[in-house]
Nanobody
Framework: QVQLVESGGGSVQAGGSLRLSCAASEYTSSTQYMGWFRQAPGKEREGIATLNTATGRTATADSVKGRFTISQDKAKNTVYLKMNSLKPEDTAMYYC?????????????????WGQGTQVTVSS
């Protein structure tokens, strides 16, 4: 059973930056693709960015492209989400997830393993 632990959330003013971390209990075929998602109160969970841990290929949602960057440190089994130029509308619970099936996707239902989430609050 893959375990994912997010950290790095917090409160920040608009225009600020945060870096979220997701530590995986293993870096195997079960975590070949890892992604970041977020869910604001009253809204559906949405995919933000995903990464192929073997090749480093990434995909990012248009809503955050140019501001958010996904990356990894293989030695630490950790995936990061660097968030710049944060806006109040970025306020949400941010989740890390992993999947085995081939292909970069931001579809929530394609991911098998989920972390508990870390809260990000952006004030104006």
């Amino acid at each position: 059973q893959v375990q994912l632990v997010e950290s790095g959330g917090g409160s920040v003013q608009a225009g600020g930056s945060l870096r979220l971390s997701c530590a995986a209990s293993e870096y195997t075929s079960s975590t070949q693709y890892m992604g970041w998602f977020r869910q604001a109160p009253g809204k559906e969970r949405e995919g933000i960015a995903t990464l192929n841990t073997a090749t480093g290929r990434t995909a990012t949602a248009d809503s955050v492209k140019g501001r958010f960057t996904i990356s990894q440190d293989k030695a630490k089994n950790t995936v990061y989400l660097k968030m710049n130029s944060l806006k109040p509308e970025d306020t949400a619970m941010y989740y890390c997830a992993a999947r085995t099936q081939w292909g970069l996707t931001l579809r929530v239902d394609e991911y098998t393993y989920w972390g508990q989430g870390t809260q990000v609050t952006v004030s104006s």
